[in-house]
């Protein structure tokens, strides 16, 4: 997985296609990598509201690994963006009502 902070955001269908604005090698072994297809992956905001991004997915051939194009909106393995998660760690009153206490909880010991 790569996290990227230079892309842009491009709605189709009321969903978002990330895009990295400069050309990345592979994190392992440093070669070109080929465009293998995208991911759809769906992010709760602050705000609670559902946002639907299609990440690109990247095969390296010199390594045999896939690699997902990850947007620094996004935290690896989990489905609340980067700002409800900062809001809970900084215990805002922000954090979506629809987030379950459990969830808030696991957020603060993580």
Known sequence: ???????????KNGAYHVHSNE???CPICQE???LLGTKQR????????WMT?????????????????????????????TKA?????NN???????MEESTVNRIQNW
Do not use: W
Request: aromatic share 10%; net charge negative; hydrophobic share 35%.
């Open 1 to 11: 997985m790569i996290v990227i902070s230079d892309y842009t955001l491009e709605e």
């Open 23 to 25: 050309k990345l090698p």
């Open 32 to 34: 070109e990598m080929r």
């Open 42 to 49: 769906k992010l709760q905001r602050a705000d609670g509201t």
């Open 53 to 81: 991004l299609y990440i690109r997915r990247f095969y390296c051939f010199t390594c045999k690994k896939v690699h997902h194009e990850l947007p620094d909106i996004i935290v690896p393995y989990k489905r609340h963006g």
């Open 85 to 89: 998660i900062e809001n809970v760690i």
């Open 92 to 98: 805002d009153d922000e954090y979506p009502p629809v």
